[in-house]
């Protein structure tokens, strides 16, 4: 596709050749002559300046232009999202039913709806329009399933929450008898685990994304455009409010409060019944705001230091 085609698609000016042909979208560091690449963050514009990208998807504010074929957006990464959305538009399954899945009683699923190879669906899912589930891909009884949900392999939503009652000595299972509820647009990724709740709902709101290998305790309540990264961990009746974000290896203990936009670095560790404040961000374990964290971590130094010279 040319340049000035890209550019009217996205709604944006371009400069340089809008005749030039692009095929492909490559990282900035790796493109040339017939791929497209976008630039964010001070890094990646540095990297602009001798990138041999074809075509770049630079700021507004971006001022070196000289010789270079470059269409200014206000966010190069989204925009990039959309470039490749339209120059490799079949990587998304053909809608239907892979003759392998298995599917339970009263289950309905939506218009162009894509079920992969080896799913189970359990009774009475629902499952909205125009969502993916990949291969192997497992539901079980009562889950509802949004709008244009992507569900990829190895993911299941729907089993047993962590429930047990320690009576007479030893541990018997409290029965899980809720539900699971995931808002439209949600994606979750490869093997992760939702859990039902033991009693009402477990839910997770419209838009957010889950990385791999996350996994989602009974009755916990995520808010809308949260994005969880890998190998995180939510205790039961944790609550994550909108637009959190919380980094990879993080474990949040039971019956936690994330409120909305907090951020929670990498590794870090929340205690039960914590409550990390709105628009808090927060690292280390136990979890601390990140300018505590960063002092506490310099004096260790200084006294790691002291010790070694003694």
Request: positive net charge; hydrophobic residues 40%.
């Amino acid at each position: 596709m040319r340049v000035h085609r890209l550019a009217e698609w996205l709604k944006a000016p371009f400069e340089g050749d809008g005749e030039r042909e692009i095929y492909h979208v490559a990282p900035i560091e790796d493109a040339g002559m017939e791929d497209v690449a976008f630039a964010a963050g001070a890094k990646a514009l540095k990297q602009a300046e001798r990138s041999s990208a074809g075509c770049l998807l630079v700021p507004a504010s971006y001022g070196n232009s000289a010789q270079r074929t470059l269409i200014r957006v206000e966010d190069p990464r989204a925009a990039a999202a959309r470039v490749i959305a339209l120059l490799y538009p079949n990587t998304r399954p053909e809608p239907g039913i892979h003759p392998t899945a298995v599917i339970g009683r009263e289950v309905q699923i939506g218009e162009g709806s894509a079920i992969g190879a080896g799913c189970v669906i359990g009774d009475r899912v629902r499952i909205g329009p125009r969502s993916i589930l990949y291969p192997r891909v497992t539901l079980y009884h009562d889950v509802t399933l949004g709008e244009e949900v992507i569900v990829h392999s190895g993911t299941v939503i729907g089993a047993d929450g962590f429930g047990f009652v320690l009576a007479g000595g030893r541990y018997e299972k409290f029965p899980q008898v809720g539900r699971v509820e995931i808002g439209d647009r949600v994606e979750i990724g490869a093997n992760s685990c939702v859990d039902r709740a033991a009693l009402g709902v477990t839910s997770i709101g419209e838009g957010t994304k889950l990385d791999n290998l996350v996994h989602i305790g009974h009755n916990c309540r995520i808010g809308k455009h949260v994005v969880i990264a890998a190998q995180t961990g939510l205790s039961g009746g944790v609550i994550v409010e909108d637009y959190a974000v919380i980094g990879g290896q993080v474990g949040i203990g039971d019956k936690a409060r994330i409120e909305s936009r907090a951020v929670l670095g990498s590794g870090s560790g929340v205690l039960t019944s914590k409550i990390v404040r709105a628009g808090q961000v927060m690292w280390g374990t136990p979890a601390r705001p990140l300018k505590e964290h960063l002092a506490q971590l310099a004096a260790l130094s200084r006294m790691t230091k002291k010790g070694r010279e003694r």
